[in-house]
């Protein structure tokens, strides 16, 4: 820096800020096309986001009203805010039951798939066995099968084991309908971890089921949570496989209920009862998401960039 520079800087305090904060950075200019996208993209996207809450909001003012109220001003507030409808829905109605079965089922469901698709995506990415890309392979295979194809197979299996009709059935059928994409996704999580730190686990002395569990899985921590919420919206709303292979009233899961609900009662159906009943179905949904969608999109993200 030159002498008339450092008495410049001296005399003038926006000289010396600027000269502390370094290089100025380029404004990069928006060019008109910018503009018109980033305008088209904010319009589609509120329409989307309208079109997606007016429901749901209709839905909870339903939950509220009789039915006599939704037929006469369905657009319109409650005339009373009160629960009955909800308590009909969980206690009369059995949704109280169905939600306990449905809660059972898919966390069975989600720490079994979780467990077992985390060892497997962990043997196939960081071990060379022979057949592992076909046993691979085949995973990937199975994301392509349409489910109601093997619906009948299904059947007389759960059927031949004596699980037809019970929640440890279907808890089965919902761990092999998870599995393979669980596997797929895991596998590129465990493919991009550094084999240093699993060999540098080897030498302090730990064995392979210490490496996996204490050192491998938390690496793979951001891939875990971004499988377990996609595994337990998908297993929540899980509509064919319980109603094809869980006909057990006592053993209905939310999916079933609802389905029942709206097509037992015929034309005297309880509308209030049953929008209250939708909402307790997705609220479950709702709150899983809403707290862990910045931890989903930052686990997706991160996937994509190893």
């Avoid at 592992?132 to 994301?143: E, F, K």
């Amino acid at each position: 820096m030159s002498d008339k520079t450092s008495t410049l800087i001296s005399i003038d305090p926006k000289a010396r800020r600027a000269a502390l904060r370094g290089p100025a950075r380029r404004k990069v200019e928006s060019t008109p096309g910018d503009k018109a996208v980033s305008g088209v993209s904010h319009v589609v996207l509120a329409v989307w986001s309208i079109i997606v809450i007016l429901p749901m909001v209709w839905t909870l003012l339903s939950s509220f009203k009789t039915t006599r109220e939704i037929f006469a001003s369905p657009f319109g507030l409650p005339a009373e805010w009160n629960f009955a409808n909800y308590v009909s829905a969980w206690s009369q109605h059995n949704f109280g039951g169905m939600f306990v079965n449905t809660v059972i089922v898919v966390g069975v469901s989600l720490v079994l798939v979780m467990i077992l698709g985390a060892m497997c995506a962990y043997v196939l990415a960081r071990f060379d066995l022979p057949g592992s890309n076909v046993v691979y392979y085949l995973m990937l295979a199975g994301l392509t099968f349409p489910v109601f194809l093997a619906i009948v197979p299904l059947f007389f299996i759960l059927q031949g084991m004596g699980l037809l009709n019970t929640l440890p059935g279907l808890i089965l059928t919902y761990v092999a309908f998870a599995l393979p994409f669980t596997v797929f996704f895991l596998y590129s999580f465990f493919k991009s971890l550094p084999y240093e730190i699993q060999e540098a686990a080897y030498v302090d002395g730990a064995s392979e089921w210490r490496t996996f569990f204490q050192v491998m899985l938390p690496m793979a921590k951001p891939g875990l949570a971004a499988v377990a919420i996609m595994n337990f919206l998908g297993l929540w709303n899980q509509f064919l496989l319980p109603i094809a292979l869980n006909t057990d009233k006592s053993s209905y899961v939310l999916s079933q209920g609802m389905a029942s609900f709206a097509s037992s009662a015929g034309y005297q159906v309880d509308f209030g009862a049953m929008f209250a009943a939708v909402i307790i179905t997705i609220v479950p949904v709702l709150i899983v998401y809403i707290f862990f969608q910045r931890q989903l999109h930052g686990s997706v993200s991160q996937g994509t960039m190893k």
